[in-house]
């Protein structure tokens, strides 16, 4: 069946010039056309597509905003109607030297567990025949002194 | 005998072309720099196994089905996914799951950095189209500013299905060199008090906050641009599943073994999309020159605007202008680079997490733009 496929073709390089001729077809020639970007309404639709994203980002961003203002004064109700003391400006955060010595301390307090403890013995008696091969005589790389 | 010919004329050596080699010398390049550089090993193990497999020559169109571009082979069955941008989404949904939005809800200011870190995209635009490409190659040539592999691929399949191996390399390519790309552009652009700046500590975020986050993230910004629905959607379902804690097991399944299946048959297809015969084009080449100008474009965009912002902002509030450059979307990669560049400057000056702020930003920024050049091509397709 491929030895009939392949006799209709003319060669193996025909083959390939075909390939390349087609590639290069679909892709065109490189110019340059300044022109283009206002032909095309090129610049329009960076200018504006530019903006949009803006816009997308921006409103998204009022929301988060308005949506932790919002959160923040209902708590804030929420704390007074119950008579308790409000600390809307109470700060959580820990400096980077802490966070780091506590993950230090993580990792060494897991590092020393062993959940699962092997109870098999491994140790065996290894007998090491004389070799020169291995032998530290030849491995020397200065005589001793006699 | 000719039995014995036949058999040699069907062996890569007789098919071999030295554009095959530049090709294998590439993918060996990608293998290197994955494994001695630890450039992105996760993308560039498989591309780069991928460009190999792709450049293995052979006897191409006498019906074999064993090229990438050969209909009924399993590496075509495996394109598919590439060629239809049904990958991109599945990986968005993935990242989604494993993202943590809590740094931008914190600072949701710093939002804008991943819109002007787009600047990138839409410059490169309008640099394709001068250069001869059409509107719809040359969309999908400006998203690898965006640093976005799922996005550039989704966006070419849609617009530029011809570019599609050449954009996905490049946007790949870059993702991968951000640690190169990057550092000079910052150096360039910012004084050394400013990279000394130290930023406020985010605060706490609310479990309300982060579950609110991608239902009305996903409404907002797909009612703009309803093109990056199959990318926002996925990306907002998958940090909905993390947020809201009552569905941990498909949170993980998508974080974790989905992500990880869908990345292999990406990378490895997508490499193997480069075969010599129909990539080396002088057009491929001039695709990876506009990338690298996209990206540093790009990454100029985000640190010159966080230096705008710094004009209005005062004390405490002020930014590191280094974190404007994470507004492009190669998460967390650009964040880590802004991170180790802070902490050379000084030690103790964690930027990391502000930094992610504008990093998962850009990520949003990127699809939203991607939807937005959809939405104004695809009427002329």
Redesign the interface.
Request: charged letters at 10%; hydrophobic letters at 55%.
């Given at each position: 069946?491929?030895?009939q496929?392949?006799t209709k073709?003319d060669s193996?390089s025909a083959?390939?010039d075909?390939?390349?001729q087609s590639?290069?077809n679909?892709?065109?020639?490189?110019?340059?056309?300044?022109e283009?970007?206002l032909e095309?309404n090129?610049?329009m639709?960076?200018?504006v597509?530019?903006g949009?994203?803006?816009?997308?980002?921006?409103?998204?961003?009022l929301?988060?905003?308005t949506?932790?203002k919002t959160?923040f004064t209902k708590q804030k109700k929420r704390l007074i109607a119950k008579g308790e003391s409000i600390h809307p400006e109470v700060?959580?955060?820990?400096p980077?030297?802490v966070t780091a010595a506590i993950g230090m301390a993580i990792n060494l307090y897991f590092d020393s567990q062993h959940d699962i403890e092997s109870t098999v013995l491994t140790i065996k008696k290894v007998q090491r025949p004389y070799s020169p091969w291995s032998s530290k005589l030849y491995g020397l790389r200065h005589y001793p002194n006699k | 005998m000719d039995g014995v010919t036949?058999f040699l004329?069907f062996t890569s050596f007789?098919?071999f072309?030295w554009g095959h080699l530049v090709m294998l010398a590439i993918g060996c390049l990608f293998i290197f720099l994955a494994i001695k550089k630890e450039y992105e090993p996760l993308l560039l193990i498989p591309i780069g196994f991928g460009i190999l497999i792709g450049n293995i020559p052979f006897?191409?169109?006498?019906?074999?089905q064993i090229g990438i571009y050969e209909e009924g082979s399993v590496l075509n069955y495996l394109y598919f996914g590439v060629t239809k941008g049904i990958y991109p989404p599945l990986i968005f949904l993935g990242i989604g799951a494993m993202t943590d939005f809590s740094a931008?809800?914190s600072n949701?200011?710093l939002?804008?950095l991943?819109?002007?870190a787009?600047?990138g995209i839409?410059?490169t635009?309008?640099a394709a189209?001068?250069?001869?490409f059409t509107?719809e190659q040359?969309a999908a040539i400006g998203i690898i500013g965006g640093a976005d592999g799922p996005t550039a691929i989704f966006l070419s399949s849609r617009l530029a299905p011809?570019?599609i191996g050449a954009i996905a390399i490049a946007a790949y390519s870059y993702m991968a060199l951000v640690p190169v790309i990057q550092p000079p552009i910052i150096k360039l652009l910012t004084s050394k008090e400013e990279r000394v700046i130290r930023m406020?500590?985010?605060?706490?975020v609310?479990k309300?906050?982060k579950i609110?986050?991608p239902i009305?993230?996903l409404l907002?910004?797909t009612f703009?641009?309803p093109g990056a629905l199959p990318l926002l959607g996925m990306l907002f379902f998958g940090n909905l599943l993390k947020e809201s804690g009552v569905t941990k097991r498909l949170s993980d399944t998508a974080s974790k073994a989905m992500i990880d299946i869908v990345t292999i048959l990406l990378g490895l297809t997508v490499g193997a999309s480069t075969q010599a015969?129909?990539f080396l084009?002088?057009?491929s080449i001039?695709i990876f020159v506009l990338g690298a100008v996209s990206f540093a474009i790009a990454t100029a965009g985000g640190v010159i605007f966080a230096k705008v912002m710094n004009l209005f902002l005062k004390g405490d509030e002020r930014i590191n202008p280094m974190i404007g450059a994470a507004g492009v979307s190669a998460v967390p990669d650009s964040a880590r680079v802004v991170q180790s560049l802070g902490l050379k400057e000084d030690s103790?000056?964690?930027l990391l997490m502000h930094a992610m702020a504008p990093n998962v930003?850009g990520v949003?920024?990127s699809a939203?733009?991607a939807g937005?050049?959809m939405g104004?091509?695809l009427k002329a397709v």
């Open positions: 069946m491929i030895i496929e392949i073709t193996l083959i390939k075909t390939v390349i590639s290069a679909t892709l065109g020639e490189i110019t340059f056309a300044p283009k970007l095309s090129g610049l639709i960076s200018i597509g530019y949009i994203v803006f816009l997308a980002l921006l409103l998204l961003y929301f988060i905003r949506l932790t959160l700060d959580l955060s820990v980077g030297e | 036949q004329r007789a098919n072309t006897f191409e169109n006498v019906g074999l931008l809800l949701p200011k939002m804008l991943g819109a002007a787009q600047v839409f410059l635009f309008m189209l001068v250069l001869g509107q040359a011809e570019l406020k500590p985010p605060r706490s609310s309300l906050e609110l986050f009305v993230g907002l910004t703009i641009s015969t129909t084009t002088p057009q001039l103790s000056n964690y930003s949003i920024g939203v733009a937005i050049l104004f091509l």
